[in-house]
């Protein structure tokens, strides 16, 4: 009784393994399929500056003397012009009203003197001299006069003052600062860029920036100077751009972040996701009209989003596998299936 049920137990088990030992059909890899498209690409390159006024200017005072009036409030914009502040200035006003009486008296001497000289009562010799008295006399009145406008301190063109550290009554010393006047219609903007950097900046070519305390705020404008002279230490050469500054959000001693674009260009591109790296080597899975794949090696260039240039390997319109690459193996059959949420082939721009 015991043979019949261990030869069933022998021919069971030998069933199992001869099954266990047939191998299992992979299925054909579902992947997703685009072209290879041109995508407009371009070299930038980041450097950071520092913000300066258009104009700017430190008022300071000519002469030593007292405050007698203000023309300015803090943060006032003001025109080119415009009295900024009064320095005392009785005794200047009694010698220019000393020297215009000088002045007088010596022209209506003149008047007489050229009167008898045309009578012929007064020599040439006393008319020259009458002349030079009276000509001595204008300008020691032209000289009281200036000495006036000299304590009247006016803005030297349209600006923002700084806040006011002066007050009415003070005594400043020739040289002090009264104000500082910045003309912020648009900002002058320096920084600096590698030497090697120079074949790819020119005059009058555009530039983007943006400030920490603005982000969402971007400022566009061009390269209006390159210093012709290159720093010896850090092989660096600076760049001065110009900003329109029409809302006055730029500020002068800001840093903003500087991008330079150049050498724009149209090349083929694939997505990001569609490349296969291996040490310094980048790969694609290209596909035939058979849907079978095949590794091809690509040489890249730059990146713009979630695009890579393609400099060689593959050309516009060429079929390669964007999505489910991590399953593929070189002359792998796959299957095609739509692009999922957010992916898919490129497109061009």
Do not use: W
């Not at 061009?222 to 329109?244: E, G």
């Amino acid at each position: 009784m015991r043979k019949p049920i261990i030869l069933s137990l022998m021919f069971y088990v030998a069933a199992c393994g001869s099954g266990g030992d047939q191998k299992r059909e992979r299925p054909t890899p579902l992947v997703t399929v685009g072209a290879a498209s041109s995508y407009a690409f371009s070299d930038r390159y980041v450097a950071v500056g520092t913000a300066n006024a258009n104009e700017q200017v430190s008022v300071r005072a000519p002469v030593t003397e007292r405050i007698t009036q203000l023309g300015f409030s803090d943060g006032d914009y003001v025109q080119k012009g415009q009295m900024l502040a009064v320095l005392a200035q009785g005794q200047e006003t009694a010698s220019l009203a000393s020297a215009q009486a000088r002045s007088r008296e010596a022209d209506q001497q003149l008047a007489r003197i050229s009167e008898l000289h045309r009578r012929g009562f007064a020599t040439n010799a006393s008319l020259e001299a009458q002349t030079a008295t009276a000509a001595a006399a204008k300008a020691v009145a032209n000289e009281a006069r200036a000495s006036i406008g000299d304590r009247v301190v006016r803005a030297p063109f349209s600006g923002q003052v700084s806040l006011r550290r002066i007050s009415v009554g003070a005594v400043v010393s020739a040289g002090d600062e009264i104000a500082v006047v910045s003309d912020l219609s648009s900002i002058k903007l320096d920084f600096t860029v590698p030497e090697t950097m120079l074949s790819n900046v020119r005059v009058g070519q555009e530039i983007s920036a943006k400030a920490a305390a603005f982000p969402d705020y971007l400022a566009t404008g061009k390269i209006t100077a390159i210093d012709p002279v290159i720093n010896p230490q850090t092989r660096t050469v600076t760049l001065r751009a110009i900003l329109p500054n029409r809302s006055a959000m730029l500020k002068p001693g800001m840093l903003l972040s500087v991008t330079i674009t150049s050498n724009t260009r149209t090349a083929p591109a694939v997505p990001e996701l569609s490349l296969v790296r291996e040490g310094d080597t980048s790969f694609v899975y290209t596909v035939g009209t058979d849907l079978k794949v095949k590794r091809t090696p690509v040489k890249t260039g730059a990146r713009d989003g979630k695009f890579v240039e393609v400099v060689e390997g593959i050309n516009v319109g060429d079929k390669i596998v964007t999505e489910g690459i991590v399953k593929l193996s070189d002359g792998a059959t796959v299957r095609t299936g739509p692009a999922k949420a957010g992916g898919g082939p490129a497109t061009a721009r």
